[in-house]
């Protein structure tokens, strides 16, 4: 049976757990350099870390529940890419939509073969035989890590893949997680794990175990925090199975990462940049599809246009600022998260700003920084600060900032001002 639309749950059973957080150590595991391809199990120093992480394995492998983990990308909640029960119990958690696809988290290619494929017993010459040629240059160089690729589903007669992984697609997606904690849980379990943003849906993506808990609290039986999640969006997707190969979500990794280090067939990668997406339009990867990174503030993106140095800039929002706060009625605070000309702003040359809880905070100084900042400033300032609007000055679409701006245009909706 396949999910259509949403889940809903139903009140009764939309909190039915105590969620546990267990503290883990990712700096107490260790993978030798040969695991991601033969699947050697990591060593765990700290006995209560191994502890945790043994139990978090225990519900991935042996019921039909979710557990919540921290990648270096974001958070992520996660259940057997193997079990249709445990995959809708991801999309109940989340009241995520079901035909939005889902990423498959392997701890090695030897774990993809034998548990997706299943194939046992192949030796070096064909560990990567389930795994195009376009692919190799890319995962040898970022492999573990936030790249995500697209596999073709395995043949019916063999296929252990739940169809709710895909969203009943011939394609599904995978990547090994870098992060050490995510890695062991998917090594122990020995269980490919499906596992989106431990978010409710729309909200902005976890970095931190305190983001899962205040969404999901009460809906999942258990939060590993491992402490902050280093790259801050999501894992970059690619589909090589088509020429030209695509870009069809910018995350960890840069559109330059991939042209570079791909070689030949990857330098006319194009770039997925689909506005809109039809109702009944299937998608090949998640935060394609529904509004994405949302907080419940409103969210205005200033899209920069062109470089007028910082005292025009300033000027340019006062004019905006202005604006925007005119449409709002009863709005008492505000957010200004500034990357570089908006940063030291008088306040105080803002019109009507005496009217107004006024609060600056920078995103960064690079591009590292701000997409590692980006979710976690934007939940604080909604949910702590708890602010009625939210101001966004974005950032050049290179590098880091091609995923940065995609993510701030689905959290302000589109709504964007050339800044």
């Not at 560990?127 to 376009?134: A, D, F, G, R, T």
């Not at 009863?330 to 306040?347: E, P, V, W």
Request: charged share 25%; proline share 7%.
């Amino acid at each position: 049976m396949f999910i259509r639309r949403l889940i809903r749950p139903n009140m009764s059973s939309s909190l039915r757990f105590h969620t546990k957080v267990l503290q883990v150590k990712p700096e107490s595991i260790t993978f030798s350099p040969n695991s991601i391809w033969d699947g050697s199990l990591p060593v765990i120093s700290d006995p209560e870390t191994k502890q945790a992480l043994l139990e978090a394995a225990h519900i991935i492998r042996d019921t039909d529940e979710t557990v919540a983990f921290p990648t270096e990308t974001v958070y992520g909640l996660g259940g057997s890419s193997l079990n249709d029960q445990s995959v809708i119990n991801i999309y109940k958690a989340k009241n995520r939509p079901s035909d939005n696809p889902l990423i498959s988290h392997i701890s090695s290619i030897d774990q993809l073969n034998r548990k997706i494929y299943s194939e046992t017993g192949l030796g070096p010459s064909d560990i990567l035989k389930n795994i195009p040629e376009s692919y190799h240059k890319l995962i040898e160089k970022l492999w573990p890590g936030p790249l995500t690729i697209l596999l073709p589903v395995p043949p019916a007669s063999t296929s252990t893949l739940s169809k709710l992984t895909t969203a009943d697609q011939p394609t599904f997606a995978v990547r090994i997680p870098s992060d050490p904690v995510a890695r062991a849980l998917i090594a122990l379990s020995d269980t490919p794990i499906a596992a989106p943003s431990a978010n409710a849906s729309t909200r902005p993506s976890p970095t931190l175990a305190s983001h899962v808990y205040h969404d999901l609290q009460g809906k999942i039986p258990l939060i590993l925090d491992g402490g902050a999640c280093k790259v801050g969006v999501e894992s970059t997707v690619v589909d090589g199975l088509c020429s030209p190969p695509l870009l069809l979500r910018p995350g960890g990794f840069t559109y330059e990462d991939i042209v570079n280090i791909g070689g030949s067939f990857w330098k006319d990668c194009k770039v997925e940049n689909m506005k809109t997406i039809k109702a009944n339009e299937k998608v090949r990867t998640p935060g394609m599809k529904y509004k994405h990174y949302a907080p419940s503030a409103k969210v205005v993106l200033l899209e920069p246009s062109k470089d007028d140095g910082k005292l025009e800039k300033q000027s340019h929002f006062k004019d905006i600022f202005r604006r925007e706060t005119a449409q709002i009625p009863n709005l008492q605070k505000i957010a200004i998260l500034t990357t570089k000309y908006l940063d030291g702003i008088s306040l105080s040359s803002l019109d009507d700003s005496h009217l107004y809880n006024i609060l600056v905070k920078t995103l960064g100084q690079n591009g590292e920084e701000i997409q590692a900042n980006l979710f976690a400033a934007l939940r604080h300032v909604d949910e702590e600060d708890k602010v009625d609007l939210i101001f966004v000055e974005g950032i050049p679409e290179e590098d880091e900032g091609l995923a940065v701006m995609n993510r701030l245009r689905k959290a302000a909706a589109n709504n964007c001002i050339d800044f």
